[in-house]
């Protein structure tokens, strides 16, 4: 037996009905969508993790390193254990929270919060363990479960055409913010949007003819395309490449970049093992700073599940994805093992649906993306190259297929039509999965109640809700510096 049909055989490539071939295309989409996580997760987290003799380059590259190990070990338990093609790392929106809100905002010394994330894993792995994340997600009202996978694509089309400048803050003459809060980008004035819009054509196109790899092909074609435009003088540096990206290739070369890279992350371990040490300066902000932290990755991750386990046809007729606590527990694993070695809460992926659009369908995508977060180690100064608007045409892309869940939603129940439509809508309009999950938990029982139909919900929905309204208090109060450290 062959290396190929042992894996076809480990991985189950007949009962998925996939290929060696479509699983590594399918890796490779998800990591190109995902990668940008590299880069932007230490620009954000530097921004609040300060370690004295060392530069903010360095700690951004230590950060950098981190961020790669941790998605590595979370994704190894997703392809050897749970056998999902799901990618991880850690979360947009969970490391803003960290850097910002939590050390930044509450002033919590980010040692401590370290500890925090930490802490919040260890409550993950035995919550899976027994059962009780999957029970709290399977409480999920039905047209919540239903309508997560068109509000995670509202929300990632909101995102990548923003990103591609093609939606934009509606400005007045002046400058300042005035009536309606977007509008169209400006395709004539902003060389990002005009190269994002032939790329994304290119990909809609290559996609609509049904050609495998096609997200792959419009990312790498728009980034070589804005590099090229940038070496033979049609636009200015940094206008179609990475801030500082071309000054540093011009001046480092890229050989020097990557052999002066800071790999010794081990810094940030001894911070974390400090951050022991302080926490009992300040016990109860250090609770409510883990349940937060807690809540905040609870709900995303579900919901994340929920929504790209429906693109990839493996949600039951309930709504529920079998043996979810499998794919729980790698999050729940990264996340410990990543926040001691610097960096925030470690997530599953919307990008994942990328890679599954392309066909994947089993652990062998998520070890791709793996494999492929690896050997960025060896280039982890050079991935700060790849433009970020060539990476979320995949997003999107994507995010226009996920609109098919809204098939699903039964419009003429007004249980259905509310609770869904305000998971859908509140998702993009506030950049949060968790916030739209809460929206369409919290109004589920109270409309039903009001059309006389109370047996419809069970008590633990309602007490869902309630610990949805309990949440958003206390995240209220803490935003609000009713709460410091």
Known sequence: ??????????????????????????????????????????FILADAIQIDG?????????IAVATILASIVAILVMAFYANRPFGLAPGMGLNAFFAYTVVIGLGVPWEVALVAVFVEGII??????????????????????????????????????????????????????AGTLIELGNVAMSPIAALSLVGLALTFVLWARGIRGSIVIGIVTTAVAGWVLTLVGLVSPDELTPPGAYDRVSDEGLVSMVTSAQYDFTPLFYGFLDGFGMVAEDPLVFVLVVFTFFFVDFFDTAGTLIGVSQIGGFLDEDGDLPEIEKPLMADAVGTTVGSAIGTSTVTTYIESSTGIEEGGRTGFTALVVGGLFFLALLVVPLMSLVPQYATYLALVVVGI?????????????????????????????????????????????????????????????????ISFVLYFIAYFAADAGMLAF
């Open 1 to 42: 037996m062959g290396v190929t049909d042992t894996l076809a055989e480990y991985f189950g490539f007949d009962e998925h009905g996939t290929s060696l071939e479509v699983e590594l295309l399918a890796g490779l989409t998800t990591f190109l969508a995902m990668s940008y996580i590299i880069v932007v997760n230490p």
């Open 54 to 62: 060392y530069s903010q380059t360095q700690v951004q590259q230590m």
């Open 124 to 177: 993950f792995i035995l919550l899976t363990a027994v059962g009780a994340r999957r029970y709290i997600i399977e409480l999920f009202p039905e047209p919540v479960k239903f309508a997560v996978g068109a509000g995670i694509g509202v929300f990632l089309l909101f995102l990548g055409l923003q990103e591609m400048e093609l939606v934009v803050p509606y400005v007045d003459e002046d400058g300042f913010p």
């Open 401 to 465: 297929i996920m609109l098919q869940g809204v098939a699903d939603i039964d419009w003429q129940d007004p249980a259905w039509a509310i609770a869904g439509g305000l998971t859908i809508t509140i998702m993009p309009l506030t950049a949060s999965i968790s916030n739209g999950l809460a929206a369409g938990i919290i109004s589920y029982p109270l409309i039903k109640a009001a059309m006389g139909d109370r047996e419809d919900v069970s008590i633990g929905q309602w007490l869902l809700a």
